[in-house]
């Protein structure tokens, strides 16, 4: 089992649809979690980390379920520059490992 | 402010040619460090982290091998490259705490021919 899963996609949504992503992990004692954002090409970025009561920044919502091991982004009013691809990211409860869910692509489309 | 450098951007290489991708951080002291390979259309590969000079840990046994000779400096290495070790390297430096993200480098785009 990966230790941290994701739905690869691709989701084709119409701009100002809102869209959700889900993402799972297998090690309980994990700490911190992250979404990142990569376009084509480049290196990825920092999102948004993701905190435990959940978490607001603009149109994008992180929430941890941590009983179920469960991340998940919500993006609302979604705009053509959101087209890339998110991952999921777990820091491990060492905090030195840290893994990389495989994806999810994402296209806005006019 | 923290940077993070690797080099170079784009690599072409014959099979069985030596690898050696560094990478440097500027700014901060006594980083995680990390390599991660990206195959196209997949998602990053964690291939070796460092909590400390001469600390490596392996993540997937490979072609591939990492030294961190100096606090600040991570090198990936590979004695003979195989087609399928191209991809995309990365580079990245977080802090050994919780909550604090990875940076990357710019990557290095590695073509095996």
Known sequence: ?110 | SQTIHQWPATLVQPVGSPLSLECTVEGTSNPNLYWYRQAAGRGLQLLFYSVGIGQISSEVPQNLSASRPQDRQFILSSKKLLLSDSGFYLCAWSVGTHNTEAFFGQGTRLTVV
Do not use: H
């Not at chain 1, 992503?21 to 990569?38: D, E, G, K, L, P």
């Open chain 1, 1 to 110: 089992r990966k230790e941290v899963e994701q739905d690869p996609g691709p989701f084709n949504v119409p701009e100002g649809a809102t869209v959700a992503f889900n993402c799972t992990y297998s090690n309980s004692a994990s700490q911190s979690f992250f979404w990142y954002r990569q376009d084509c090409r480049k290196e990825p970025k920092l999102l948004m980390s993701v905190y435990s009561s959940g978490n607001e920044d603009g149109r994008f919502t992180a929430q941890l379920n941590r009983a179920s091991q469960y991340i998940s982004l919500l993006i609302r009013d979604s705009k053509l520059s959101d087209s890339a691809t998110y991952l999921c990211v777990v820091k491990s409860s060492s905090a030195s490992k840290i893994i990389f869910g495989s994806g999810t692509r994402l296209s806005i489309r006019p």
